[in-house]
């Protein structure tokens, strides 16, 4: 479940080596993504959004995030929806095993 796989329109790889893999995601308002997991990460916030996050056992929970905000992220599996009225421009740096 890779979201370069899952949404291969919104996550792109932008830089890759042996220990991190970057990808950039960006959709608009009212786009949604199919579930989908990452890694422990670091999260980039390169645009101002809200979104509603979808947990793989359903529960779902609002997040309004600024432009500029640097947040850890747990290993997860989720599916998510651009609840805005701006498009959503990230940035994670995803942490492989080992790395």
Do not use: C
Not at 23 to 52: I, K, N, Q, W
Not at 64 to 74: Q, T
Request: proline share 6%.
């Amino acid at each position: 479940m890779d979201p370069t796989s899952t949404d291969p329109d919104k996550y792109k790889v932008v830089f890759e080596n042996e220990r991190v893999r970057v990808l950039e995601y960006r959709d608009e308002p009212g786009d949604a993504t199919r579930p989908h997991e990452h890694p422990d990460s670091v999260m980039v916030t390169l645009s101002s959004f809200d979104r509603r996050l979808i947990a793989e056992n359903g529960d779902a929970r609002e997040v309004s995030l600024a432009e500029g905000e640097v947040r850890w992220l747990d290993a997860q599996t989720h599916s998510g929806e651009n609840t805005g009225a701006t498009p959503t421009h990230v940035l994670f740096v995803e942490l492989k095993a080992g790395g």
